[in-house]
């Protein structure tokens, strides 16, 4: 794709494009939200806590929205012209991470003031998507060598160490599945980034002696869960009986006994699909991943229809975004893949996630509303 110059909407313009906001986009993007909502106040409820963590989550939600709305209204455009901005600020919280954020669970990842805790690695996503979109779109000549990709991951590479070193594996790769994508849909050749992955195989060894010694362990646990069925093979064993104890139809809404009882960790944040699977069965955990398919093809539909390169790139990575967010949440549940600690997009409990997310529904609304073509 070719970077051109965009011609200003006229006046009589600007009303009609509101006949291009993406209904279906947004239809399932609220589907998908009121599903998590509900599944995150079956997985937290007590019975001292009736409402669980449902406050928590509506107020994240309003946030969300209020971002979805703006980033919607504003050109995405203007986003893109002061990209050294965004990315300053992104590496700038992930350094303030590392240096006074707060540890739990073995991790160093959140950035607390007063009652708010914000995980800055949720937000360096859409960063890194916004920055690297806006850069690709400033290029004049097709990719031709693989060394022409350089740049490229040098423009992530500061993120992605800030986040590895926390430690998060898991959003790691999120910031080199966005970019692989991108690459791609920036015209570089499919055997350059094949090369590329090679290289990154190739490192793995070096990889595995960076790794803490509890991540060694679940990506051991991945291959044989009975290793350690107490400890880090835990999660996965349980996350497969409650989904496969709901067979069908489900145990009913609020009747998952591996939730209720607690037998399921986490079963509110990475492990919601898996809460999903008890209580909802097999017909209802299809139902959201079709509603997450149907989320992607939007995406990807506005990425065709784009108005200029950067607008295309913006939609490709946030599709890639939340795309492997999925496959990666979805299959460590059933255990086709590692458990690496990353949410569910628009269904599992987190702030830092939901707003991200929606604000990326946002974004998209916004390359949408200016497509490329305007019909009468």
Not at 20 to 28: A, E, F, K, R, S
Not at 206 to 232: E, H, I, N, S, T
Request: aromatic fraction near 10%; charge should be positive.
């Amino acid at each position: 794709m070719t970077h051109a110059a965009i011609p200003l909407p006229t006046a009589e313009e600007k009303p009609r494009r509101l006949r291009y906001v993406d209904g279906w986009l947004l239809v399932v993007t609220l589907l998908l939200v009121a599903i998590g909502t509900v599944m995150v106040w079956s997985a937290t409820r007590t019975p001292e806590a009736p409402w669980g963590l449902v406050r928590a989550r509506t107020a994240h939600l309003l946030v969300g929205l209020v971002a979805m709305a703006v980033c919607a209204a504003v050109p995405y455009r203007s986003l893109g012209e002061i990209w050294k901005v965004v990315y300053a600020a992104n590496l700038v919280l992930l350094a303030l991470v590392a240096v006074a954020g707060r540890a739990a669970l073995g991790a160093q990842r959140w950035l607390v003031a007063g009652p708010v805790s914000l995980q800055p690695s949720e937000f360096a996503k859409l960063g890194i998507v916004v920055t690297l979109a806006w850069v690709l779109s400033q290029r004049r000549e097709p990719f031709r060598r693989p060394t022409d990709v350089v740049a490229y991951l040098l423009h992530v590479a500061p993120a992605f160490v800030l986040v590895f070193v926390q430690p998060d594996l898991g959003t790691s790769m999120v910031f080199l599945a966005i970019v692989f994508a991108m690459l791609f849909a920036a015209g570089v050749p499919a055997r350059h980034l094949a090369g590329l992955a090679g290289v990154g195989l190739a490192a793995l060894p070096l990889l595995w002696q960076m790794l803490k010694p509890y991540q060694r362990l679940r990506l051991m646990v991945f291959v044989d869960p009975q290793l350690d069925p107490l400890g880090a093979g835990y999660n996965l064993i349980q996350s497969k009986i409650a989904i496969g104890s709901g067979q069908m139809w489900g145990k009913g809404l609020f009747e998952g006994t591996q939730n209720a009882l607690r037998f399921l960790p986490m079963q509110h944040t990475d492990f919601l699909f898996s809460v999903i699977g008890e209580e909802l069965g097999f017909v209802g955990a299809v139902a959201v991943l079709l509603l997450l398919w149907v989320w992607l093809m939007r995406a990807l539909r506005i990425a065709l229809v784009a108005r200029d390169p950067f607008g295309a790139y913006l939609a490709v990575g946030i599709a890639s975004m939340v795309g492997f967010h999925v496959f990666v949440n979805v299959g460590m549940t059933v255990g086709i893949m590692p458990a690496t600690g990353i949410p569910l997009p628009f269904l599992s409990y987190g702030g830092s996630s939901l707003v991200t997310n929606l604000a990326a529904v946002g974004l998209l609304l916004s390359v949408a509303i200016r497509r490329r073509k305007i019909e009468f």
